[in-house]
């Protein structure tokens, strides 16, 4: 798997889940700030993204992730740790 393939994901769910605009999501989108969206939207999110890949997620650890970009290393990074 391709981080522009778990981006495309990421920005799926974004779109889909929280009714975001598709051209407000870009990588360097602050998720929480620029897309407004607030702690239930981001748990969706997360849940979504750890259903989708079969991985955990520790928001306690990963408070420094603030773009979507970052979100994407991240996932990315879990996957392949699995």
Known sequence: MT???VYSKI???LVEE???EEEKVT???NIQEDLDIDSLDLFDVIDSL???YDIEI???ENEDI???DQLSEYVL???NNK
């Open 58 to 60: 520790d928001t306690d």
């Open 11 to 13: 920005k799926m769910i």
């Open 77 to 79: 990074e879990q996957i």
């Open 27 to 29: 990588p360097d989108v």
């Open 50 to 52: 750890e259903d989708e």
């Open 3 to 5: 981080k522009e393939e």
């Open 18 to 20: 929280l009714d975001v």
């Open 66 to 68: 603030q773009t979507l």
